[in-house]
C-alpha cells in the first residue's frame, strides 16, 4: 500500500511569508501527526488530528496551524515565517492511538 | 506538559559490542514506541510496548518497558554496521505521541 505522501519535499522561503504543507496519510489512517525536527530539539509535536478534530497540540506559537479534511489528508499552515522554523517538518499517520506512527519523507522548509 | 528524557545523546561503538539506551517519562504512559531514524531518512516504528514490565525482542534488539510505565529501554547486542542511526523512544500519554531526543549510534567496524 502507499505511505505517507508529504508535498513538497523541499521549499525556500523568506522571512514574513506564509507556507502551507501537505500530507496524505496511509489509507484507512485517521490519525495524522504533524512534528518538527531540528538538529538541537530533535522531534517537536505540533497537532494531531482525529477525523477533522485537532485532539492534541504542541507548545508552538499561533503562527502554526493545521487541518484535517474528510479524506483524512492533512495541511499545516505556518504565517509570519522566522529564520527559526527552518526544519524538516514529519507528517505521520496511524490507525488511531496506540498503534505505530508511519512517517512521511517530510518537507525541507529553509526560511531566508 | 509531557516530558520524555532519553540517555545518551550519542554512543560510539565498536563493531560487536552492545549498546543500549534509555528513556524516562515524566507521566505515566499508555504505551512506548522505538524508532529508528537513518541519516538522511525519516523515522521508522520498530516497535511498540503495552504492559508493565514487558520484554519483546526482535533478533538481537531488546526492548524493556519499566513496571510502572513510566521509563523503558532498547538494548542491541553485538551491533553491526547497518544499525548506524538515531534511535527513539515515544511515549503515549493520551492522543499525543511525544518523542525523546534520540540516542544517536555510530559503529565503527
Known amino acids: 500500500k502507499a505511505g505517507v505522501t508529504q508535498t513538497p519535499r523541499y521549499l525556500i522561503k523568506t522571512r514574513g511569508q506564509q507556507v502551507t504543507l501537505s500530507c496524505s496519510p496511509i489509507?484507512?489512517?485517521?490519525?495524522v501527526s504533524w512534528y518538527q525536527q531540528t538538529p538541537g530539539q530533535g522531534l517537536q509535536f505540533l497537532f494531531e488530528?482525529?477525523?477533522?478534530?485537532?485532539?492534541n497540540k504542541g507548545n508552538f506559537p499561533g503562527r502554526f496551524s493545521g487541518r484535517q479534511f474528510s479524506n483524512s489528508r492533512s495541511e499545516m499552515n505556518v504565517s509570519t515565517l522566522e529564520l527559526g522554523d527552518s526544519a524538516l517538518y514529519l507528517c505521520?499517520?496511524?490507525?488511531?492511538?496506540?498503534?505505530?506512527?508511519?512517517f512521511g519523507s517530510g518537507t525541507r522548509l529553509t526560511v531566508v | 506538559g509531557q516530558q520524555v528524557m532519553q540517555i545518551p545523546q550519542y554512543q560510539h561503538v565498536q563493531e560487536g559490542e552492545d549498546f543500549t539506551t534509555y528513556c524516562n517519562s515524566s507521566?505515566?504512559?499508555?504505551?512506548i514506541q522505538w524508532y529508528k531514524q537513518r541519516p538522511g531518512g525519516h523515522p521508522v516504528f520498530l516497535i511498540q510496548?503495552?504492559?508493565?514490565?514487558e520484554v519483546k525482542k526482535q533478533k538481537r534488539l531488546t526492548f524493556q518497558f519499566g513496571e510502572a510505565k513510566k521509563n523503558s529501554s532498547l538494548h542491541i547486542t553485538a551491533t553491526q554496521t547497518t544499525d548506524v542511526g538515531t534511535y527513539f523512544c515515544a511515549g503515549q500519554a493520551g492522543t499525543a505521541l511525544i518523542f525523546g531526543k534520540g540516542t544517536t549510534l555510530s559503529v565503527s567496524s
Open positions: 489509507s484507512g489512517h485517521r490519525s
Open positions: 507521566t505515566t504512559l499508555s504505551n
Open positions: 488530528y482525529f477525523s477533522e478534530t485537532q485532539r
Open positions: 505521520a499517520s496511524s490507525f488511531q492511538e496506540n498503534y505505530g506512527y508511519t
Open positions: 510496548l503495552v504492559k508493565s514490565g
